[in-house]
Each structure stands twice: as structure tokens, then as C-alpha cells.
């Protein structure tokens, strides 16, 4: 099962990632395609795509860890959990935003 995580990491910090990068991270990640298929897609190799995968993954870990965004977030669903439903709703919407 592919990681749930780098599927929100990619929706927050994706926009630095290379061209590349980015595109073969949207169709693993998003259109949950497989190494094979986006390496037939592409044009390379199985190992090509699995080697750009991983450094998207680098790329991710990184800024998550010096910006925090997605922690963050989770921390501020979880806190929402206790809220009235109103200002849980509203919460809920902005962090969904």
C-alpha cells in the first residue's frame, strides 16, 4: 500500500519539486498509477522511475521537517476533534483549503 503521507506532503510542497519529479510523483501518489506503468508512459526504465520517486520522497521528508506543514495540520485536526461541530466545521474547511 503506498504511503498515505507523501500523498499530502505532494499536495503541500510539490510545487518545488522538478518537473519531473512532480509529474511522476502526481501519478504514483494521486492517479495511484504503478512504477511499470508510468515507466511505459514515460519511456524508461522501472528502476528510472522508482530512482525519482525516491528522491521526490527526499525532497518532501526535507521540507517537512524545517516547515512542518502537514505535523501542523494533523495536530490542528486533531485539536478540532473536540471543538463544537460549528467551529470544528469551519476548521475543518481551512485546513482542507
Partial sequence: MKDVKYFY????????LT???AEMTEMYYSFDMSLS?????KGVSRQSVEGTLK???E?????EQKLG??????????FAED???????RLTEILEE
Avoid: C, H, M
Avoid at 9 to 15: D, E, N, R, S, V
Avoid at 59 to 63: F, G, K, V
Avoid at 83 to 89: A, F, G, M, N
Fill in 9 to 16: 506532503l505532494f499536495q503541500i510542497y510539490g510545487k518545488v
Fill in 59 to 63: 525532497e518532501l521528508d526535507r521540507l
Fill in 83 to 89: 471543538l463544537p461541530e460549528d467551529y470544528k466545521t
Fill in 69 to 78: 506543514n502537514y505535523a501542523l495540520t494533523l495536530r490542528l485536526k486533531r
Fill in 19 to 21: 518537473p519531473l519529479q
Fill in 37 to 41: 506503468e508510468i515507466a511505459e508512459i
Fill in 55 to 57: 528522491k521526490s520522497r
